[in-house]
């Protein structure tokens, strides 16, 4: 297990590389360029800017989280060629700075979607919270109002994405889950070549929450949808990040079940709990099984069986102290959940090794 932490960059983040050296065995940071929006190409001297700075802390840029996709892509436009063209210059530049891993997304319009990214808990913090009736019932110009315009944005709901949403919306209108099933193939055919060229994974991110929302398909939600996707190339380019907390928020998806059988196609991890209510609504919990719905000692375990060697991430934090953060980007809530996990790893290894 090689851990890492999403960076969002000097301008754009509270937390500071500095304080990321200070968590123990954090060897690399999750990075991408912020301010390019999807299907631009990320230029070579934007990209060596960043290696700069890693350089200058002693950490690896292996993981990038995410390049984007265009929407025209996801929608299978005649123009999605000459986006896809800029995919791969992108995967060839990042390639030159060391990275490889890839992570990306193919939900249509809409990241990863919540309803509150200060939802106050029992104990005074706050955590980001999924209020499925509301998501039902809501315009999603609505919510966009509601959970933009904070001094920090949640990634994938930059206002320059959301400029055209009621274009995309419109685009969208009946588009069957097979109409995007072969979109996505298509890309993949496209871009994995090159992948491969590069030694690069490419590795999906699953859909958040892991069913439709506002009528938009979505289709990476389940193992079996997981076992699909991986069954459109064998190429060794072609893989899953498997995210705990976005496909666990159906407790259908039985996570630990899920990377045992995949975990040769899981370059990268992220890890965090959710706590499921029985009418639908999810919010994030800290890491501890204890604290959620998803058994995270058995996600470690699952892992530390199969002698994972990919890289992993604390997932969303909570906010507590009184941190002022990106929503689900704090330091302190992440460094926790990084401990967590490195203890949960620690023991397993005493007991793989007859320790107690
Ligand atoms: C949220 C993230 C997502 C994720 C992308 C992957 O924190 O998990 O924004 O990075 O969906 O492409």
Redesign the pocket.
């Known amino acids: 297990m090689r851990m890492t932490f999403r960076w969002y960059g000097e301008d754009n983040d509270s937390v500071t590389l500095e304080q990321i050296k200070q968590i123990p065995g954090v060897e690399g940071l999750v990075w991408a360029l912020h301010d390019r929006v999807a299907g631009e190409v990320w230029p070579l001297e934007d990209v060596l800017a960043v290696k700069e700075k890693a350089d200058a802390h002693g950490f690896h840029l292996d993981v990038v989280?995410?390049i984007?996709v265009h929407e025209d892509i996801k929608l299978g436009l005649p123009s999605r060629d000459a986006y896809i063209e800029n995919y791969k210059e992108s995967i060839r530049n990042v390639a030159k700075v060391g990275a490889k891993v890839i992570?990306?997304?193919f939900?249509p319009v809409f990241?990863?979607t919540r309803t509150d990214l200060f939802k106050e808990m029992e104990d005074g913090s706050t955590a980001l919270f999924y209020e499925k009736s509301k998501v039902d019932s809501m315009d999603p110009q609505e919510l966009i109002k509601q959970t933009t315009g904070s001094a920090f944005t949640?990634?994938?709901w930059e206002p320059e994405r959301l400029k055209d949403i009621e274009r995309s919306l419109e685009a969208y209108k009946g588009m069957s889950e097979e109409e995007l099933w072969n979109n996505l193939q298509y890309f993949l055919e496209q871009v994995l070549p090159v992948a491969e060229q590069h030694d690069m994974k490419l590795a999906i991110?699953p859909d958040?929450p892991p069913w439709s929302v506002f009528g938009l398909p979505r289709i990476i939600t389940s193992e079996a949808n997981v076992e699909r996707l991986l069954s459109l190339s064998d190429s060794p380019s072609h893989n899953i990040?498997l995210?705990s907390g976005?496909l666990g928020a159906n407790p259908e998806n039985d996570i630990p079940r899920i990377i045992r059988r995949f975990h040769d196609r899981i370059p990268f991890a992220?890890i965090r709990n959710v706590k499921i209510y029985e009418n639908g609504d999810f919010i994030e919990t800290s890491h501890r099984s204890k604290d959620g719905s998803i058994d995270i000692a058995d996600v470690v375990r699952a892992y530390h069986e199969n002698g994972f060697t990919g890289y992993v991430r604390p997932?969303?934090g909570r906010h507590i102290w009184n941190e002022d953060c990106r929503p689900?980007?704090g330091l302190y809530d992440r460094a926790l959940g990084i401990m967590h996990l490195w203890g949960l790893w620690d023991a397993y290894d005493r007991v793989e090794k007859g320790g107690c």
């Open positions: 989280e995410s984007n992570c990306y997304n939900m990241d990863w949640m990634p994938g991110h958040d990040t995210c976005s992220h997932d969303h689900g980007y």
